[in-house]
Structure formats: structure tokens, C-alpha cells
């Protein structure tokens, strides 16, 4: 099975971007999606694919990648996108998912 | 509008069973497959198990492979899951989500609210 690697927290400034990025081999092959979750509540989607961002999700959210490497990016961010951001994919076996170790963003 | 709601978590003693629920409204339920993921308290988020639409494809990490089953029913639009051999390492958050494939774009959603076990004599 392959792993996918987050920094475990990042801070950004109100109204400035922030890159959270997450790292594995298996990004070679399939697109990363990420996964806003705040305390006490489910995860949300908030990017898959290429760059796709769900009805509701704010477009300050957007997703791109490189390699083995896949970013989530949040032009201006707001007090409400403090929040943990976790990564997913399915690993090289596609039988599998794996998610990242989670990033704890600080605005 | 889309809705997943997780039932049957609880306190289970090591070793003991436990079956999940998860119900499902606001799409045709038949024609998505599913999945099981779990988050032990102030940790990260678990993949646990995968179904396919119509049940005949199932997946688990090793973690759990053996002692858990994941299985659906489509007429009552309901997935389960049941543990068996419960260990304390699997107390968390269980969560069901809906999966999205195309091609190499894989995502869940959306998720329930999840339900939480507790394995703990």
C-alpha cells in the first residue's frame, strides 16, 4: 500500500493564500481529493479531480498537482476556513484508498 | 436532498460484535458503491471498507480484513457494516460515504455524521 504525506499544520494570515500540499506516489496516477473537517463534524469535500469544487464550496478553493505531488490552494483566506484538510486517493493497487495524515490550518 | 445517517454504534466489550447502519436518502442508492471510514479519537480519518454497487466487489485495508464485513442492501437503501472481534484500537468515528469515480478523479461524498464505538471492557 502507498501513504500520502501532509505537513501536520500551516498558518496563514486573514485574507492571504495559503498551499497545503500532500505528497505519495500514487498521485502519479489518480488525482487527489481534499477533505475540509472541523471540530465535532464530518469531513466535507471541498476538491476532486483535476479542480472540481462542489456546489456551495467557495471558489477561494482550488486544487492543481505535479507529479506525485497535490496541492490544495485557498486565495484569501477567511476565520472560517481554520479547519483541519486531509488528502485522499486510491493507492497504486486501485483496490485500496489511503488518506493523508491531516493538516491543521490556523488563520 | 442527499443524506447519509450512520446508527448502531455504542460500548462493545474486546472480542464482542457490533453491526453498523448506515441509511441512505435523496439519490438512487443502487447505482453507487460505498464506503466505511473511521476516525479514533483526535486522529486522522481511516479508510475502512469499500462496496460496489451492487455488492459484488468489496474491499478492506489489512487492518481490518477478516474481522470486518461491509454489505448493502438495496432495497431498504441501507449499508452495514459488522465487526467482529473488536479490538480497543478500534474505537473511533465510523463514517459512511458515497463514492464518486471517473476515471482517475476518486472522491467521497457526501458523508454522514458518523457513529461512535467504543471498545472498552
Known amino acids: 500500500s502507498s501513504e500520502l504525506t501532509q505537513d501536520p499544520a500551516v498558518s496563514v494570515a486573514l485574507g492571504q493564500t495559503v498551499r497545503i500540499t500532500c505528497q505519495g506516489d500514487s498521485l502519479i496516477n489518480y488525482y487527489a481529493s481534499w477533505y475540509q473537517q472541523k471540530p465535532g463534524q464530518a469531513p466535507v469535500l471541498v476538491i476532486s479531480?483535476?479542480?472540481n469544487r462542489p456546489s456551495g464550496i467557495p471558489d477561494r478553493f482550488s486544487g492543481s498537482s505535479s507529479g506525485n505531488t497535490a496541492s490544495l490552494t485557498i486565495t484569501g483566506a477567511q476565520a472560517e476556513d481554520e479547519a483541519d484538510y486531509y488528502c485522499?486517493?486510491?493507492?497504486?493497487?486501485?483496490?485500496?484508498?489511503?488518506f493523508g495524515g491531516g493538516t491543521k490550518l490556523t488563520v | 436532498q442527499v443524506q447519509l445517517v450512520e446508527s448502531g454504534g455504542g460500548v462493545v466489550q474486546p472480542g464482542r460484535s457490533l453491526r453498523l447502519s448506515c441509511a441512505a436518502s435523496g439519490f438512487t442508492f443502487s447505482t453507487y458503491a460505498l464506503h466505511w471510514v473511521r476516525q479514533a479519537p483526535g486522529k486522522g480519518l481511516e479508510w475502512v471498507a469499500f462496496?460496489?454497487?451492487?455488492?459484488?466487489?468489496?474491499y478492506y485495508p489489512d487492518s481490518v480484513k477478516g474481522r470486518f464485513t461491509i454489505s448493502r442492501d438495496n432495497s431498504r437503501n441501507t449499508l452495514y457494516l459488522q465487526m467482529n472481534s473488536l479490538r480497543a484500537e478500534d474505537t473511533a468515528v465510523y463514517y459512511c460515504a458515497r463514492d464518486y469515480t471517473l476515471g482517475s478523479d476518486n472522491s467521497f461524498d457526501p458523508w454522514g455524521q458518523g457513529t461512535l464505538v467504543t471498545v472498552s471492557s
Open positions: 462496496i460496489s454497487y451492487d455488492g459484488g466487489g468489496q
Open positions: 479531480g483535476k479542480n
Open positions: 485522499n486517493s486510491r493507492d497504486s493497487s486501485g483496490t485500496h484508498w489511503v
